[in-house]
């Protein structure tokens, strides 16, 4: 997918998003107060894959991460009210060491799954994150075009999230496709997602090409879509824009909350 070069107005991006971040809220949307997923404060196991510091930062010393005692971003503490994340590195079932043993299936026990961001999907990736869906699971799926965010670290390094989403095949089995107006201009834009606050820099947007393929609803001025798929459902968000800026995220990140707790209900 082109993308605009990453030196697209990035002098300013943290100005317009602090901008954006103390005006006026957008009318007729409010974020939704925050949501715990277990009705009686239990937390739920979400499944978290991506390519963006949510889980352990950038920075963290290899000694730190082996052991646990890396700091912990701001992201990672809002989700964790809710959640109880399981940091997942691949999708598809991990074969077993000894072959009386079975294979491993990371979404084995898992009923909610984000994906935000994240680096190539395999092919079987796309064919197990495919069947989990149909099978009655819950995704988040956040595919950004152009990312706003700052990542001081070259292009090529393994810890760099993907500046420019691949959007896996298995969104066109859904029906649908992520486009980029690389003319638009950098600009934050509040929409809603339901009940939820969205705000969107640089967003893509979503196009239903086969309605025959699922049941899908375009939401948040064309930049996310919802689709009932087999018994699951997916909600696809082409920006990533509320996991990269605390100043977009809300008071005590109540937005970011609120638009996870939306796309996963």
Avoid: K
Wanted: charged share 20%.
């Amino acid at each position: 997918m082109p993308r605009r070069s990453p030196s697209i107005a990035r002098t300013v991006v943290l100005a317009v998003l602090l901008a954006a971040a103390i005006a006026p809220a957008m009318s007729g949307c409010s974020a939704a107060p925050e949501q715990p997923s277990g009705g009686s404060g239990e937390r739920e196991r979400l499944g978290l894959m991506t390519s963006l510091p949510l889980y352990w930062p950038l920075d963290a010393a290899f000694g730190d991460l082996a052991v646990g005692e890396a700091d912990m971003p701001w992201q990672r503490a809002a989700l964790e009210g809710a959640y109880v994340l399981e940091p997942l590195d691949t999708l598809s079932p991990i074969p077993a060491l000894s072959p009386d043993a079975p294979d491993t299936d990371p979404l084995a026990g898992l009923d909610r799954l984000a994906v935000i961001q994240p680096r190539g999907l395999s092919p079987a990736d796309n064919v197990a994150l495919d069947g989990w869906v149909r099978a009655g699971g819950r995704l988040l799926l956040a595919l950004d075009p152009a990312l706003t965010g700052e990542y001081d670290l070259p292009l090529g390094d393994p810890r760099r999230p993907v500046d420019t989403a691949l959007i896996p095949p298995v969104v066109a089995r859904w029906g649908l496709a992520v486009r980029f107006d690389e003319a638009q201009e950098l600009a934050v834009v509040r929409q809603a997602l339901a009940e939820a606050a969205l705000p969107l820099a640089l967003a893509g947007e979503i196009a239903i090409l086969d309605p025959s393929a699922a049941d899908c609803t375009v939401l948040a001025g064309g930049a996310a879509a919802r689709c009932a798929v087999g018994r699951g459902q997916v909600t696809l968000i082409a920006d990533a824009a509320i996991f990269e800026h605390p100043e977009l995220a809300g008071e005590s990140a109540a937005d970011l909350r609120a638009v996870v707790a939306e796309a996963l209900r």
